[in-house]
């Protein structure tokens, strides 16, 4: 939520930041704006796209060698120009952009309203940044000095940067909860909220934690708690190419991320799974086998499309491991009061791994004693280094708002290590590891093999784009699947969706069917291929528009649905990994139909850093 990109070196400050700013815009697009330092503090902002911002200040004077630059994803206050960040302190002297909330931030208005103090904006940002400048008035200190008094006030979550007038060769950042990356060049610094604005330009980086503030300087970064103790700047390579992150001849990221899949799990299975051997290698999991193999439960713990990896991943462990598992939505757990003991394991899965309700989960369930191990895509993220333990997806850069190849490489990896527990723990014949390691093995071929269906499901999705709602079933290894198939279609083409499992729909769902409900049905050739056979009957004999996902070589289903999409034969463990593909093809080429921005979705942001 909310993204961050600021500079002091010795470039121009501007293309630099509203570069950065681009790339940062899916953590959210509805307004941007910079500060320069430039003869003085000048910030511009504006509602809409950086593109908007970008188009407005054509013909102004951008010169400057020092900015901070932010993507909005409004929390308090509309979208509007007037609560676009940076935000400029009543003396005019700092401007601050900010990623996060500030809970107490009501408490600290009233103080400052007390005192005199006007505010132009409805933000949390605001606030914060007059009691900062308040503090260094009282207490005739510095920035640095004020910053840290202030945010041993605060309560909430922030990246916050601000930039000062007076001292045009500083900037000053700080970091609880939301992600902070430091680019460290030649007698320049970088800071982001992910590394993509970064990489151009430096691979050294280092990540900030929670409670640190950075000083920079163009030659200079110091590293502080809030104690005002130093701490040495840890400086990482960064093993991120800038090609990863760009549409790369793709009309959009969404697309271009579902069409990386047959590599993306070939990544995330190269080095690990070896048929020949018949191993699986991941030291995550072998370091920790003892506490892995004997958990007295698992919990997993997600949001969105990883909670419905981790549905998936709760069949796959329950059946290979014979552990009970339990998924829970990251949010819900985190307030509630949930009984754990020693001996629990908490899985938490997390593409950006900065969710911000999955963080407090984790902390949660380790003040009572589980062991955490984390399953995430972005590599040096928050969750990937709060988890005792862990295994990363190595999916790339996922851009597009929409989870796409994040979900599949996270089935991957899921399906990897309760593989390597089960073996361990001998809950699995060694014939039934083998095939299964095999079904894993092929699993970027038929990938491969499903993307040529894009042009059929683009004339399916021409079909039935106006839509009112739609209705996704499926059993067992793919009622998960229909749980994401439906997110997808909602979040991208913004048509009423509902996931259902296909032998709960007659509990209640079955009153919406008529002939205008298009139902999606996912029914490749599986343990409950019978089952649902039954279910599909039921929905033509009441005249719905049946859609159908299916197994190749399947002439039954076909007969009662007249859109199919076929995928290839596989395993019902790992079928989830190619069924899903369709219907991420299906939801993309409506929203496409439909105009709208299929990598940006009104109202969301990839990286939801705020509770
Ligand atoms: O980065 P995370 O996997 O923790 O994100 C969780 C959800 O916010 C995310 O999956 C969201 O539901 C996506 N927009 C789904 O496409």
New binding site residues.
Partial sequence: MCGIVAYIGHREAYPVILKGLKRLEYRGYDSAGVALLNDGLKVFKKKGMVADLEESLIGENLHAHSGIGHTRWATHGEPSDRNAHPHQSSNGKLAMIHNGIIENYTQLKNELQKKGYQFKSDTDTEVLLNFIEDIQKNNQCGLEEAVRIALKRVVGAYVIVLIDQDHPDTLIAARKGSPLVIGVGKGEHFLASDASPIIEYTKEVVYVNDYELAILKPDELILKNLGNEKITPFIQKLDLELAAIEKGGYDHFMLKEIFEQPDTIFDCLRGRLDIHKGTITMAGVQNHMEKLMHANRIIIV???????AGLIAEYVFEELCRVPVEVEY?SEFRYRNPVIRQGDVIIA???????AD?IVAIEKAREQGAFIFGVV??VGSS?ARISDAGAYTHAGPEIG????K??TA?LAVLTMIALKIAKEKKTISEERYLQLLNEMHEIPEKLREILPLNEQIRALAEKHKDAKDALYLGRGYNFPVALEGA??LK?ISYIHAEGYAAAEMKHGPIALVDEQLPVVFVATRDSYHEKIISNIQEIKARKGKIIAVISEGDEVIPMMAPDIMRVPNADELVAPMLSVIPLQLFAYHIGVAKGYNVDKPRN?A???TVE
Avoid at 302 to 308: E, F, I, N, R
Avoid at 349 to 355: A, C, D, H
């Fill in positions: 997600a949001c969105g499309t990883s909670w419905h990251a899965i997390s593409q950006s791994g900065e969710t999955t895509n972005v969750i708002v929409a989870s796409t994040a979900f996270q997110l997808k979040e969301l990839k990286s939801v």
